[in-house]
Structure formats: C-alpha cells, structure tokens
C-alpha cells in the first residue's frame, strides 16, 4: 500500500487487521464528544461574554480544559460544525517528542482565541490514561480549513503525531445546540491513521447525510 492509499470503509465496515478503527468505538467516541459540547454549553450558559477557560479539577493539574473563545455565540447559535480527536499514546515515546508536543499543545491552545468562528476548544484525558480525546467546535466547515491550515497544526498533524500516537480518530460531523438539553452530534465521517504501519495505514468511513 503505498503513502497516499485510504481505505474506504461502510457505516459497519470492519478492519480485521486495525481494532482501533471498528465500528463498536463510535458509539463510544461520541458519547464523550457530546459530553464535552453538553459541558461546554453549559460553562457558556453560566459565563460573562468574554473568552473563558476552564481546567477541571485545578489549572495546575486538569484532566479536562474548555476553552470558549465567545460564550454568548455558543448559546446563540444553532448550528455548528465539530471535529473530534481520539489517539492513543504509544510506547516508549522519546523525551524530545513528549516535550515538543507539549509546547506544541499550549501554543495551540492559546491560538484558539484568534480564530474567528471557533467556539470550544476541549482536551479531555480519558479514564485509561492513555487515550486523549479533543473536540473542536467551530461555527462552519470554513473555519475547520482555516485551523487545519495553521502552521502549528500542520507540524502537530505530520511531524508529531506518528512519533507520539500508535493510532488516531478524526470524527467529523454537525450538532445544534440548545441550552438545557443533551446535543447530539450527527457523524458525517471518520479518519483514521495507525502509525504502527508503514507506510501508514489510512481509512475513511463515510454516513450517509439526511437534508
């Protein structure tokens, strides 16, 4: 397979060769993704209408940051366009690479206050330890290209993640937001990349959308 193969799977597609990327984790990914957009709502729905971020339990030690750049767009606003990520930690990371992360992780976090459009901004550490799920909000699919296309992202996305993660999730999809009740996210797609392979394996699972 060479580097620039994908895998095209079904909504139920399985890869017999790639347990991260089954069907039964979606269910799963996004319960917590609709967590962290019900938890960043109501952070919103309680907040000045100022940049506003949130560490659960301390800033000094959080396994969970929100960071909402306009509180009061995420109340109003009735649509809105998500990406969810999901990797798992590999083995014996280099010191280097772990540290390059990291800054690379806080010089994002604090670029999200500078994109127009982007809404929340959550990095959650899941109960293993060993599983970090993001959710990125944005109030189009126009400001996803404008963060993907952002220097720090591009070095996180390419130079980075093979030599940190051993297998990542990319959710894409929609929601619409109302305050008091759980939001549901509507998946349009998955990406997946297992850097355990080389070259490394890539997929796409595709939903059908309803007007």
Known sequence: MSADTQTVLGPNDAA?????????????????????????????????????????????????????????????VEKVTIVGFFGRLGDNIDPNVARAVQEVSEELAESVFSVPGLLVYSSHQLADERNFAN????????????????????????????????????YNGTAEPKPGKRPRIDLTAIKYWDYRCDPTWRAMRRFETTA
């Open 16 to 76: 017999s060769q790639h347990a991260f990327a089954h069907p039964d984790h979606i269910a799963a990914d996004s319960a917590v993704l609709e967590f962290l957009l019900a938890d960043a709502m109501s952070i919103a729905s309680t907040s000045a209408d100022e940049p506003t971020t949130v560490h659960i339990p301390t800033t000094e030690s959080w396994h969970r940051r929100t960071q909402l750049p306009e509180p009061a767009r995420l109340v109003e």
């Open 135 to 170: 959710l990125v909000v944005v109030d189009s699919d126009a400001v996803v290209e404008c963060w993907r296309s952002r220097n720090l992202h591009i070095a996180a996305a390419t130079d980075l993640a093979p030599a940190y993660y051993e297998h990542v999730r990319i």
